[in-house]
């Protein structure tokens, strides 16, 4: 299984349609949030997207709500929304979950989950997934410019709880692109400019 991964598009059309034109090469895009900024212009690159009839996993960043992102996804039939859900695409579980964990400084436009909320919506997913949290786990591939580790503790126990077959994240924008392993786990943090993942 080939996948697309990528996060923190913020409402850049042209990493949009730079997405758009790679999507043919694979078999599910999965998006690991922040399509808006603080909740405006989420249309803009799901517009874009949802002319990808591939199978597509999405969760939400802290720049959109769950709810914003599915309603915003109605017209993109292909693609599945997850917060603290599952699905399966071609025998392969995805798990996802959206939000920044922990909470940011940003403010009350943020749509933050404290580690408590995190580890229940976490629960539920199930070994040997696809992870796909907006929040990187604790100490991989989450370090600010600064070097600051910003990662959700519950991501990380989830990781070294139900050994996932990858965790793409995205939100902590200085490490986009960088890869990390928790054990035998691979985490990308994904970033705009996206990259082909391919699974056994």
């Known amino acids: 299984m080939k996948l697309l991964i990528f996060s923190d598009l913020h409402t850049s059309a042209d990493a949009a349609r730079s997405l758009l034109a790679r999507a043919s090469e ?14 405006r212009g989420l249309e803009i690159c799901l517009d874009i997207l949802r002319a990808c ?42 798990f996802g979950l959206g939000g920044a964990v922990p909470e940011t ?9 404290s580690e408590e909320r995190a580890r229940t919506l976490l629960a539920p997913c199930p070994a ?15 370090r600010t410019a600064e070097g600051l580790s910003m990662g959700s503790e ?13 965790v793409v994240c995205g939100h902590v924008h200085a490490s986009a692109g960088r890869e990390a ?20």
């Open 26 to 39: 694979v078999d599910v895009l999965v998006g690991a949030g922040d399509f808006a900024n603080q909740h």
């Open 53 to 94: 009839t591939r199978p597509a996993v999405i969760v939400p960043g802290n720049n959109e709500t769950p709810d914003a992102l599915r309603d915003a996804c109605r017209a993109w039939p292909s693609a599945r929304v997850l917060h603290g859900q599952r699905c399966e695409i071609m025998g392969r579980a995805f």
């Open 105 to 113: 400084p940003f403010g009350p436009w943020s749509f933050d989950l």
């Open 128 to 142: 040997g997934c696809v992870l796909v949290s907006h929040s990187p786990p604790k100490g991989a591939a989450d």
């Open 154 to 166: 519950a991501v990380r126990d989830t990781v070294e709880r139900v050994a996932p077959a990858l």
């Open 181 to 200: 392993r928790i054990g035998a786990v691979t985490v990308i943090n994904a970033g705009p400019a996206g990259r082909i993942v391919s699974l056994p």
